[in-house]
């Protein structure tokens, strides 16, 4: 059993900074604004429904779909992460105390993406047929499944690593590193298996969903190092914590790197294959939301975090460049789910029978970004609980100890 | 140094091993059990013949009007288990005038709120003036021998009968519109569960006799019956929320009426028929006319020829 007082005092062993206490005003009032506004968003959703969606039958996937798989992409990017650094015991990522921090981000990340997949559904009552009328044809029940999966395994493995011997906590971490690298991949097959669409009919896609899980997975966990602090609390691991943030920092800027070079990759094909259909890279590129790609992921989510990463020797700037970098990728599926559904295969459709939601555009609405919001302050109320049951359940094993 | 050793030892990596080789072991056998053939869901066999006294009173004749015909081959259809007979769809691209008449018929025969159509018909403009003409172009579902949407939907509510007809579980379709960026045909429309007169005026504040009276107005509520299933448009529930598109009546078929395009066609220029019937008019028709299918390259293999 876990205490009352376990739990309310549990700044202790794991939670405690100095610089994490200056951190908990500011981010309380964030949370406060964040859940305020996302509990608004959800009236909304439940009172008119999928109405007050931008979304449509023609373009009929918006940033809900974009911030799911930016859920999924960062708790497979910071698991994979931790299970390595765990396994091969890099400096920084060796203790367990280390491990517990990223696998409770990692969870903070995916139950939230699931909590917005979930009102995405048409009706939501029928979630749980996923699991019982499962056909594995479908990239999203295999998706779904794979998720549930890893979500048990990292589950499993948190509560493994109370115990102080366990001979399941790395081969569990093994799968649940394998399941990490495999997700965020197959995130990008979930887009290529829609063979209909010419955009998204690309094998790199994988190969971008999994860079930018991976980058955007390390820059989280830098965030989250940098503002809990030494893992263990102790001053003395002050000089681990930083180094854990240099490798982080080095990883996060590798990743970016790469994603760029597979995005390059990717327009290139569009723009230099001659005669070729490129209505979606010219609506990414050129279009309506051209801001989007060149302001949002390009220069506020690419180019001053690279900046902040490389020539900032501060480690708050860092912190700040990783909010940015997930800002940029958010950004960056918006750019692959939007222009893939815009362009219709057969001209003249929209005008064919005209309705507001007959047609090859999508605008987010106010209900959509709200119910971002509350998928935000989700992820940092189940941080925060995890963490809190995280130092209970620690203290509680070392007394026992 | 607090740090833990933590290498892999033998022990750990064979279990990490078999962890992992377990996990795609399973994955691999779902998936390929999923992807190879399976036995149709629906009923066969001689439970599905239907003996319907449709036309049995009309003498036929050697000329017949096509719908006669048609409605007496679609009877003759119905008397074979649902397995022997292939419904397809031929459309004679130079008879449609472009009257939207086959559209409005089917909003009015499925009770299609706003936002759903099954059968839009494409207007385009060809040439400059003066060689310029218009062309026009239904698009009802394709019920493709390949449906993209089908494999796509996580919870079978999709299928395709084994008539050929590519139908929805309105009660197990979860919404998630998957389906809807998989059918290259843009045939599937969501149901948003929107009313022709939500927002209007309401008529008088009370009275047994109103005459409009918003969403709530009875008209907005008569039930469709697709699938020869009654379905009411009330509160939240199905078909609100799920995926929608046309089944080539499937409840009229049922009880020996042609779809309801077809039967509103004013030109004759939207013919229906048994693939698997080797008289019927539109085997027939796909013989010997220049038959054309949309967007062959996909692979879908749709089952609804263009007349060009």
């Given at each position: 059993m876990i205490q009352a007082s376990t739990l309310s005092g549990a700044a202790g062993a794991e939670m405690g900074s100095s610089e994490y206490s200056g951190c908990t005003k500011v981010l309380w009032v964030v949370w406060i604004v964040l859940l305020v506004a996302g509990l608004v968003g959800l009236w909304k959703l439940l009172t008119v429904g999928h109405l007050a969606g931008g979304y449509g039958s023609y373009v009929s996937w918006g940033l809900w779909i974009a911030l799911y798989f930016m859920g999924v992409g960062i708790a497979g990017g910071a698991f994979v992460f931790a299970a390595a650094g765990y396994i091969l015991g890099w400096r920084g990522f060796a203790t367990r105390a280390d491990l517990r921090t990223a696998i409770v981000l990692s969870l903070a990340a995916i139950l939230p993406a699931f909590l917005v997949i979930w009102l995405d559904l048409g009706r939501m009552e029928r979630l749980f047929t996923v699991f019982t009328s499962a056909t594995f044809t479908s990239?999203?029940?295999?998706?779904?499944?794979?998720?549930?999966?890893?979500?048990?395994?990292?589950?499993?493995?948190?509560?493994?690593?109370?115990?102080?011997?366990?001979?399941?906590?790395?081969?569990?971490?093994?799968?649940?590193?394998?399941?990490?690298?495999?997700?965020?991949?197959?995130?990008?097959v979930f887009f290529e298996a829609v063979g209909t669409k010419d955009y998204w009919n690309s094998p790199l896609l994988s190969m971008l969903f999994l860079s930018s899980a991976l980058a955007a997975g390390s820059g989280a966990l830098l965030f989250v190092r940098t503002l809990v602090g030494p893992t263990d609390g102790k001053s003395s691991d002050a000089s681990v914590n930083d180094q854990a943030i240099q490798t982080l920092r080095k990883f996060t800027v590798a990743a970016l790197i790469t994603y760029l070079a597979f995005e390059f990759a990717e327009i290139s094909i569009e723009v230099w294959r001659p005669?070729?259909?490129?209505?979606?890279?010219?609506?990414?590129?050129?279009?309506?939301?051209?801001w989007v790609f060149w302001?949002?992921?390009?220069?506020?989510?690419?180019?001053?975090?690279?900046?902040?990463y490389l020539f900032s020797p501060n480690r708050g700037a860092w912190a700040v460049a990783s909010v940015l970098l997930v800002l940029g990728f958010v950004a960056a599926r918006m750019g692959i789910l939007v222009p893939g559904q815009v362009v219709g295969q057969i001209p003249g459709l929209q005008e064919a029978f005209q309705d507001a939601r007959l047609v090859y555009s999508y605008h987010p609405t106010s209900?959509?970004?709200?119910?971002?919001?509350?998928?935000?302050?989700?992820?940092?109320?189940?941080?925060?609980?995890?963490?809190r049951l995280t130092a209970a359940l620690a203290s509680e094993s070392e007394q026992k100890a | 140094m607090n740090e833990e050793k933590t290498p892999l030892d033998r022990r750990e990596f064979i279990l990490a091993g078999g962890l992992v080789g377990a996990g795609i072991a399973v994955a691999a056998a779902v998936v390929v059990k999923d992807r190879s053939p399976s036995p149709p869901v629906d009923p066969t066999g001689e439970a599905t013949t239907r003996q319907l006294d449709v036309l049995k009173q009309v003498k036929q004749t050697e000329h017949e009007d096509e719908h006669l015909r048609m409605q007496r081959e679609l009877v003759r259809a119905m008397a074979k288990p649902v397995e022997q007979r292939r419904w397809i769809m031929v459309i004679d691209l130079r008879k449609c005038i472009g009257c939207h008449s086959c559209t409005i018929g089917c909003v009015a025969e499925n009770k299609l709120p706003p936002g759903i159509v099954y059968r839009?018909?494409?207007?385009?403009?060809?040439?400059?003036?003066?060689?310029?003409?218009?062309?026009?172009?239904?698009?009802?579902?394709?019920?493709c021998e390949n449906p993209s949407c089908v494999p796509v939907c996580p919870v079978r509510a999709t299928w395709k009968r084994p008539d050929g007809i590519v139908a929805i579980d309105y009660d197990k379709c979860i919404g998630c519109r998957s389906c809807l960026n998989a059918c290259p045909y843009g045939s599937r429309t969501i149901d948003f569960g929107?009313?022709?007169?939500?927002?209007?005026?309401v008529g008088a504040p009370s009275g047994d006799v109103r005459p409009l009276d918003g969403p709530r107005a009875p008209y907005e509520h008569v039930s469709s019956n697709e699938y020869a299933k009654n379905w009411k448009r009330e509160g939240k529930g199905s078909p609100i929320g799920n995926a929608r598109k046309c089944h080539l009546c499937a409840h009229r078929l049922e009880v020996g009426q042609l779809p309801m395009c077809v039967s509103t066609c004013i030109g004759r220029a939207t013919y229906f028929g048994d693939s698997k019937d080797p008289k019927s008019l539109v085997v027939e028709l796909t013989t010997k006319h220049n038959v054309q299918v949309l967007l062959e390259h996909w692979g879908n293999k749709p089952q609804c020829y263009y007349i060009v």
């Open positions: 990239m999203i029940a295999f998706n779904a499944w794979m998720y549930n999966t890893f979500l048990v395994v990292a589950v499993v493995c948190w509560l493994l690593s109370f115990k102080s011997e366990s001979v399941w906590l790395k081969p569990l971490l093994c799968l649940g590193a394998f399941l990490s690298i495999l997700f965020p991949s197959q995130s990008g005669y070729t259909e490129t209505r979606s890279v010219d609506f990414l590129i050129r279009g309506e939301y051209a302001g949002i992921q390009l220069f506020v989510g690419t180019l001053i975090p690279l900046f902040l209900m959509e970004y709200l119910i971002g919001a509350l998928m935000i302050a989700v992820g940092m109320a189940v941080f925060f609980i995890g963490r | 839009p018909v494409v207007t385009k403009e060809v040439g400059v003036y003066p060689n310029v003409r218009v062309q026009f172009l239904p698009r009802p579902c394709m019920h929107r009313y022709y007169a939500e927002g209007a005026a």
